[in-house]
């Protein structure tokens, strides 16, 4: 996967693609959000569409074929709020995602294999919980006991919900460890490990913290205080993974630098790291999303840079050192619109990513391990999927 001098022929092309996808599409107010999971099936993803119905793209394997199916339509589930965040996850019984609708209610969509049906479920009414603050933003994770999810409420408090002893429950996460509140505009990352589930925060004061399970208790610890890392930006990014050494998550700060924090198992302590430093990488676009996955030579995770081209940062075991590589133009891949939602997924054939380009398709990035080479692929035109176009 290390970079390689384009051919001119290459370069003028991704010329042509950039000056193509310059212009705006009429009626576009915002990215759309994204998830993603991969089934027994193949992998699917799930966006609002034009009509701000539920829609998924997804790829039978088994005949390699991509198709598309109106999920609100299905269901009869309520239009989610256009300022609405996706989170989902798998368990025995199929994949389920939420989404927050229009009167700020949290709903799940969720698909039983037993009867092959996807179904709906207001989870706000189901709990009592409190409205969810629009354009929150969601996360999950599933442990032993059932799968939990993360919202800010009107307070500003993060809440979870989640699932036990056969029934949905809700439970303040900012009264119960006494953590300040979150920014209005703070994203969301979980991750388990063996002590238990965590997840980060960026509070008021641009510090991003974290709330975890451990000895039976929710505890809070400020991770900028810790590290002394660079204040994050307000409203960056969040996203993380695990790998052998501990738990690992990334940010925007102030300056458009992508940093990292990482917590070594091996003398227990929380580290920062300035990887847009120590690559030499573009600066990211301001309010860059982010995605990231973990493969058998190392993590990687990919963002937007100022140019509107899609980078990866990618550490390589072998070497022990961070690496970047120009996704857009090494695969002559059209450009994202500006903030596009990303969300990624492994499959046996290697690591996917979606994002949206500016004439609203779907498009997708991925990489071949059988012959070593990223590529990229129309979804929007691939499943006959609708654009977002008015």
Known sequence: MHRRALPLAVLISIVTLVLAGSSPVLGQTKPVALTSWVQSDGPHFVFPDVDQ?????????????????????????????PQTALTSWVQSDGPHFVYADANQHLNQMFFLLGNNTWNSQDLTVTTGAPLVTPGSALTSWVQSDGPHFVYEDGSQHLRQLFFVNNAWNTQDLTAATGAPPASSQSALTSWVQSDGPHFVYEDANQHLRQIFFVNNAWRTQDLTATTGAHLATPGSSLTSWQQSDGPHFVYEDGNQHLDQMFFLLGNSTWNTQDLTAATGAP????????????????????YEDGIQHLDQMFFLLSSSAWNMQDLTAFAVAPIPIPGTALTSWQQSDGPHFVYEDPFQHMHQLFFLLSNDTWNARDLTNLSGAPPFTN
């Open 53 to 81: 119905h539920i829609r998924q793209i997804f790829d039978v394997l088994a005949v390699s074929s991509w198709n598309t199916l109106d999920l609100t339509a299905a269901t009869g589930a309520p239009l989610p709020s």
């Open 283 to 302: 600066t990211a676009a301001v309010g860059s999303s982010l995605t990231s996955w973990v493969q058998s030579d190392g993590p990687h995770f990919v």
